[in-house]
């Protein structure tokens, strides 16, 4: 069997990592390496991975096969033993096949985009470790494998965010991107305990607790599934957690692309469909994730028609689409969330990509308000980034349009029609604010015509196109059925429960009809405002939207002020008053009785005489009196 | 026979602690010698009293044994007190605190 190529496809990129980082050690120490010598091995790590994973991929079509690979035993404490093992079912190879070809490209791109920077190396490895962790992640074949690559994927955000570590802006957003994952850790860590007590004792791999769940009671079982997504809320960006994702944008946009658009994100949703069979018997605690979902995606897509910076405009819409994506996966369509998944990798690292090449092309500007009128400066860029716009909007035959399409049919299907309305009303917003920015930079009047355009390399443009052809493409193994299409993806997980379909095909219609609908009502707004925008006209930077609906002074106050009150309480008054002196007490009073107790040797023998009449007449007083 | 024990003892006793308190309160190294001696001596007292009242030889031997060896070290203890007054050129026993850690630190 060739199983042990399954542990390949994280050791590549983990071995590139270790080289990479060894390397640049070596060049700041020694030698100067030249970039395309880390480039070119941090490039070929998740391609390789690729390559792999197509392997397992070809073996799999056809059949139910599911590849183990059990390394070594990691740890082995008096029967309950933890295999580092590894896990091919068909959710990881979809996974690790889009994760590494997409990482890939962004690989491409970041090589253009950081080629005058410093730390070109130490990008590279950070990148590697980073694909190494999400691909550990998928490819786990137990809850604390998985955890795991968790830890090392949000470690990487960590490293990736404040990348420019100068600016302490930037390493203060890694910082609360950290802060905010370990809180949604810390809810993952309780639902591990508390599965591995109820459901622990035959083995803890997956197979063994989805053999074991249904024997655990219900209100424990609520309790595991509750506690695992607010590990995937934090992962996910979603509500109440979702705070770092838009400060995350002050890393460079190669990591934005990588980590906060197509996968790193989406870790939460794959953890959900990981544990289907959990998810499967409580209901109720699936609808709460959808609602959770859905209330993410309109709130992010409120918050994104007044942004101004490009990135997080894209950010806020990355968390939207997120939602959409918990939306599927609370209802219990599996299958529908990864494949949203799957298409959104695609428009949305071509988004973050293409705001690069702009960002790039200007100087590193990033409000829109003063870029305009780039459509014929960058062409291509112009081209590939309406591609993805008309994707993530829903406009068919993109690929949106398919994943969107089925998400809200999903969601109609199970009756929450409240859902769905939420996620038609979002899908307005999200093709208002999308094309909102997409006039603002590429067309609007009154620009600065004479300004100097930087020279945007063919490394950054190239996985441009292939991601839009990307973005074309990937919708087409999702065709519903009503359009005489072949749902493959849904043939694909065709082990996993399905909501069997109960409205009829004229509804479906209607729905398709309904959504494009919306995306063209967002559009036609967005055209009305937006097109030929006087870049002259300073927008109005004032009001609830805007600001974010305060929420991060929300927290700042509820949170930050409060445990920072808590500090102050603690370490002036509790520390100074109390066990400031009990310690400095206590070390004063050994000063003290080592200064009487030195008294006694001042070598003078006659004194040591005299202590020793002392000691022996107390004895002998003793001996007399007491023991007689 | 038992009351002359007694008063041996009693007298050994006494002749101790005022050994003991010469060794405490003088400073001339010569009486504090001396004040060895005599607590020294009080000790054989008792040994011999002990032998005479048990009628056995061999406190009567160790006696013995202890004023030769006190022969010995009053030979040993004059000649250091000759080497030591040359040196610091004083009998006053404070003065010699050679061995103590007071002076090594």
């Known amino acids: ?82 295999d580092m093992g590894f896990m091919a079912d068909k959710l990881s190879i979809f996974m690790v096949l889009f994760i ?37 992640l998928v490819l786990a074949n137990s809850p604390i494998i998985m955890f795991i690559g968790w830890e090392g994927v949000g470690v990487c955000s960590y490293f990736l965010i404040s990348y420019y570590y100068e600016d302490g802006a ?12 370990r809180v949604g850790d810390f809810g993952f860590i309780v639902a591990l305990i508390t599965m591995f007590y109820y459901a622990g004792s035959n083995g803890f791999d997956y197979m063994h607790i989805e053999a074991s769940i249904s024997s655990v009671p219900t209100s424990v079982l609520t309790f595991i599934g509750a506690s695992l997504f607010v590990g995937a809320i934090g992962k996910s960006a979603q509500i109440p957690l979702f705070v770092w ?75 939207s689409q997120l939602g959409y994506m918990f939306i599927a996966v609370g209802l219990g369509g599996y299958s529908v969330g990864i494949f949203h998944v799957f298409t959104h990798a695609f428009f949305k ?17 990033q409000n829109i308000f003063k870029m305009g009128g780039m459509k014929h400066k960058t062409k291509l860029v112009f081209y590939t980034m309406l591609i993805a716009t008309l994707a993530i909007t829903g406009i068919p035959p993109f690929a949106g349009f398919f994943s969107k399409d089925e998400i809200l049919l999903t969601a109609f299907n199970s009756g929450e029609y409240i859902l769905w309305g939420i996620g038609v009303i979002t899908a307005v917003m999200t093709a208002y604010y999308m094309f909102r920015m997409i006039f603002v930079v590429f067309f609007g009047s009154n620009y600065k015509e004479n300004r100097t355009i930087h020279f945007v390399p063919k490394s950054m443009t190239n996985p441009l196109v292939v991601l839009a052809i990307g973005s074309v493409l990937a919708g087409f193994i999702g065709i519903p059925e009503v359009l005489g299409g072949h749902n ?65 002074e929300i927290y700042d106050i509820l949170v930050v002020q409060s445990i920072k009150k808590l500090s102050v309480f603690i370490s002036f008054k509790i520390d100074v008053n109390f066990i400031d002196r009990i310690v400095m007490g206590l ?36 001996l007399i009196l007491v023991i007689r | 026979m038992a009351d002359s024990l007694l008063s041996y003892i009693t007298l050994a006793m006494i002749l101790f602690s005022i050994g003991f308190l010469g060794l405490i309160s003088r400073k001339n190294i010569f009486i504090i010698y001396m004040s060895i001696e005599l607590m020294l001596n009080s000790i054989n007292l008792i040994f011999v009293s002990l032998g005479r009242y048990y009628e056995s030889i061999e406190p009567q031997v160790i006696s013995m044994l202890i004023i030769a060896i006190a022969a010995a070290e009053a030979a040993v203890f004059l000649s250091l007190i000759v080497v030591m007054y040359r040196k610091k050129g004083t009998l006053n026993s ?9 002076d090594s630190l």
């Not at chain 1, 080592?594 to 003793?622: C, D, E, H, K, P």
């Open chain 1, 587 to 622: 070390s004063r009073g050994f000063i003290r009785t080592g200064q009487y107790v030195s008294r006694m040797q001042n070598a003078n023998t006659r004194f040591y005489a005299f202590t020793m009449l002392v000691g022996i007449s107390a004895i002998s007083t003793y």
């Open chain 1, 170 to 181: 930037n390493v203060q957003a890694g910082n609360k991107a950290f802060i905010a994952n």
């Open chain 1, 100 to 136: 590494s070809f997409v990482g890939g490209l962004i690989h491409i791109y970041a090589s253009g985009y950081m080629k005058d920077d410093k730390g070109f190396g130490k990008f590279f490895f950070y990148f590697n470790l980073f694909v190494a962790s999400m691909l550990l």
């Open chain 1, 349 to 365: 690292a071509l988004l973050f990509m293409g705001a690069g090449a702009v960002i790039v092309a200007l100087h590193h500007e």
């Open chain 1, 488 to 552: 493959i993806v849904g043939e694909w997980f065709s082990n996993w429960k399905h909501n069997s379909l109960h409205v009829t095909h004229n509804t479906e219609l209607i729905l398709m009809a309904i959504n494009i609908f919306a995306a063209l009502i967002g559009i036609f707004i967005a055209y009305k405002k937006f097109y030929n925008y006087d870049m002259n006209k300073v927008p109005n930077f004032t009001g609830i939207v805007w600001n974010k609906f305060y929420i991060d």
């Open chain 1, 1 to 82: 069997m060739s199983n042990f190529l399954l542990v390949w496809i994280v050791l590549i990129p983990l071995l590139s990592a270790t080289i990479l980082g060894i390397m640049y050690l070596f060049s700041i120490k020694v030698v100067k390496i030249p970039n395309y010598f880390f480039s070119s091995l941090g490039i070929s790590a998740p391609f390789l991975s690729f390559f792999i994973a197509c392997y397992f991929f070809l073996q799999m079509i056809g059949n139910d096969e599911v590849f183990l690979y059990k390394a070594y035993r990691w740890l082995g404490v008096d029967g309950y033993d933890i």
């Open chain 1, 245 to 319: 994702l838009p400060d995350a944008m002050a890393g460079p946009t190669p990591v934005s692309a990588l980590i906060h658009a197509a996968t790193m994100v989406t870790a939460g949703v794959y953890m959900v469909a990981r544990f289907h069979f959990l998810y499967d018997l409580i209901p109720n605690v699936g609808l709460f994730i959808a609602y959770i979902g859905a209330f993410s995606a309109l709130f992010a897509a409120i918050i994104a028609t007044k942004q101004t910076d490009i990135k997080k405009i894209l950010a806020y819409s990355t968390m």
């Open chain 2, 94 to 102: 404070d003065i010699f605190t050679v061995l103590s850690q007071k």
